[in-house]
């Protein structure tokens, strides 16, 4: 098959950088023309990429950023309509919002144009952590923004992070229980990484903070755990927290092996090697494939390109799948690896699935290490 099951499109522009971000985006104003161009581009890509039938199967698409939300109400409602006149099989269309440029009239514009889920970049319910950050938004204006998400009917997730300056356990409660008060339906949980070439990074880098400690971050990880599913949500991945059916559904491709492209300079996707050959035509710089390339993955950023063979691509599903609490089928994984995994306490089987455990969560590195060790 020529398509893929989701697409994923990059906006890489922001008001300003927070102090821990290293994702790819620059920071700019909603008026730089740059915004417009790197819209038109996207559209393009699209374009060529229907033309050569990767999106005639395509369920998901997800526009992350960056901030979408800077592209203001028609720039991007133009990109959400033109997402859905191009990928006519879809079932979710994701935006991602920082709450300083999500006003009403960005939000009704967007869920206008298609869009059906947005994820809202909070991090915290605390004017002082969200100030150390670097953070752009207030608590009061998180809260009105998320407030008004839940209204219009959208399904809503917000993003909340731990392990970070002036937080404490009762400020992280909190946040949280701010979170499932305001009625969304999905939180993604995130401890903060302190990563090179970014202001943290040089602030903190060779001297890490207390309050960035990692018994620190996997308290606060269980502190969310506790929190949500006493609340009615489920942990369905390691950061990821839903009430029922309001899962992501463009997440879970990434986790089950489901093919997806994406497009815009900080972008990532992985594609089949039939699917391959016509994503060259549309992103001209991949170079050729390799022989025995089962897989294949790249990232915009750097243009980096990585052939995965059959074995290896067997390994990272493996990898990936047991970052969700469905883990994997447990027949597709060698009874002595089981037997290894149990034993450190890392994996447990049901139901004749191999699923993680409590500390195979809290110790993911070392479970996906041993698992992609099988490649
Ligand atoms: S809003 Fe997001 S992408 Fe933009 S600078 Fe902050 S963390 Fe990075």
């Not at 909603?30 to 699209?46: F, I, N, P, S, Y």
């Not at 009239?105 to 869009?115: E, I, K, Q």
């Not at 939180?187 to 903060?192: F, N, Q």
Request: hydrophobic content about 40%; aromatic content about 8%.
């Amino acid at each position: 098959m020529t398509s893929v099951g989701a697409l994923y499109l990059h906006i890489p522009f922001c008001r300003r950088k927070c102090h821990y971000c290293d994702f790819a985006s620059v920071a700019t104003s909603a008026d730089d023309e740059r915004l417009r161009l790197h819209v038109e581009q996207l559209m393009a890509q699209m374009e060529a990429a229907a033309d050569e039938g990767l999106l005639g199967e395509c369920k998901t698409a997800y526009i992350g950023g960056g901030t979408p939300t800077l592209l203001g109400a028609n720039l991007l409602a133009e990109l959400i309509a033109y997402v859905r006149r191009t990928c006519h099989q879809l079932c979710e269309l994701s935006f991602e919002a920082n709450p300083d440029s999500l006003c009403e009239g960005v939000l009704d514009s967007a869920l206008g144009a298609g869009a059906t889920r947005i994820s809202i970049g909070v991090q915290s319910f605390y004017d002082e952590e969200l100030e150390a950050l670097g953070r752009l938004h207030t608590a009061e204006v998180a809260r009105r923004c998320v407030r008004n998400a839940v209204m219009s009917g959208a399904s809503v997730s917000v993003d909340l992070m731990c392990a970070i300056p002036r937080q404490t356990d009762e400020s992280w409660q909190r946040t949280l229980d701010e979170a499932v008060g305001l009625g969304v339906g999905h939180v993604s949980v995130y401890p903060l990484a302190i990563e090179e070439g970014t202001a943290f990074g040089v602030r903190y880098g060779q001297r890490p903070p207390a309050w960035n400690d990692e018994d620190v971050q996997a308290d606060r990880m269980e502190q969310a755990q506790d929190t949500l599913v006493a609340a009615g949500f489920a942990r369905y991945e390691v950061a990821s927290y839903a009430r029922p059916d309001m899962d992501c559904k463009h997440n879970q491709a990434y986790w089950t092996g489901v093919p997806y492209l994406g497009l815009g300079v900080g972008a990532a996707g992985m594609l089949l090697s039939e699917q391959y050959d016509a994503a060259r035509r549309v992103l001209t710089w991949l170079p050729k494939t390799q022989p025995n390339a089962a897989r294949i993955r790249y990232e915009t950023k750097g243009r980096e390109v990585e052939f995965l063979k059959t074995r290896e691509a067997w390994a990272e599903d493996l990898m990936l799948g047991m970052r969700m609490s469905q883990g994997v089928d447990a027949s597709l994984v060698p009874p002595n690896v089981i037997e290894s995994l149990e034993g450190r306490g890392l994996v447990q089987v049901e139901c004749g699935r191999m699923v993680p455990t409590h500390d195979g969560w809290l110790l993911g590195n070392e479970l996906y290490g041993a698992l992609w060790d099988l490649a």
